[in-house]
């Protein structure tokens, strides 16, 4: 047991205290299977003579979240299948306030989720869509809905389109979209959110067989909006159209937002420090912004350009799966259309999908986005004046 006055206490901050539990838990990360003498982290620590029990509680909280993030998208592939993930989620279930649905192989086909289907079609493990709903304890008719969708690929080998040997050895992390969702929502009712959210989480693992899509198969969506498969390794967006599909046609939510390991593109344009954003509303993007710089996951706004949409045209179907320009922007404006519209927020974090040591983060797949998101729903003005 460690006894210890923060250093911070004298700022008499709560975002201080918050600050210091987030960085002390984080920075003490490890996950191994190892068998033999591991290092273990602090088992306990014991602040003295600062902040409040609701302010430490809710430290723990944000923590706890960016801790289980980054676990999920830790855990090896070969254990982590999408039945597993799925069940993750599940677990969930009969929390106060949640309620957890699972969408199996059968229920994909028949509720017309194309994207998920191909891209697991060629997996042995098959793919699986979780719904995951909070109500919040006061309110609940009333308050605005958000839906997050996380893409969940639990490998991705890149298909038929196969990535080289280096490229594919931190693709167990290409679900941390799906595994920030869960974690996120596990934490809503711990944080006493007054929004309603709903998660959704599109899994699939994207594999090598004689069944797996190929370039030039033509997709149909849940919405009935078509894509060409052009790259096969491009295959979280169609994972994510579903996702966004469904959110409009069956959940009518206010604001929509995806957060998925999307793009290398993102990589090139921001470096391995700082996430993407894309918003099709200012006061949306602003928020967003505010909200990563607090919670130490920083995120730079990009935009949607016009001038690109028609690089997605395609003769057989609504839109093409990767333009070969402008990789993270054609991938936001891929997505788009899924929207139906709404007030809508793209999160591209392939950039800050791994990290080195630093600062808060220990060497290895990060989890990057779950305190962001839990600050941006926890905040007075989240979603005010945006529907």
Known sequence: MLATDLPAAAEDSEEALVAFV????????RYTLATGD????????VLTGTGSEAALERARVLAAAGWRSRLLATV??????P???????SDLDGTERIKVRVWDEKDLERDGFGGILAVGRGSANPPRFVQVDYRPARGARRAPHVVLVGKGITFDTGGLNIKPGDSMRTMKRDMTGAGVV?????ALADLDCPLRVTGLLCIAENSVDGASMRPGDVLTHVDGRTTEVVNTDAEGRLVLADGLAHAVKRLKPDVLVDIATLTGAVKVALGLQTGGVYANDDRLAERFLAAGELA???LWRLPLVEEYVETLHSEVADAINAPVEASSITAALFLRPFTGGLPWVHLDVASVGDSVDRDEWTAGPT???????????TSPDAVNGIR
């Open 22 to 29: 987030e960085g002390l838990t984080l920075a003490s990360f």
């Open 182 to 186: 869960t974690a996120v929502m596990g």
């Open 83 to 89: 039945a597993w993930l799925a069940d993750q989620a």
């Open 76 to 81: 090896p592939a070969n254990i982590k299948t």
């Open 367 to 377: 989890g990057f986005g779950a305190r962001l998101l839990l600050r941006w729903l």
């Open 296 to 298: 130490g996951e920083p």
């Open 38 to 45: 591991v290092p273990q982290p602090v088992a306990s620590v």
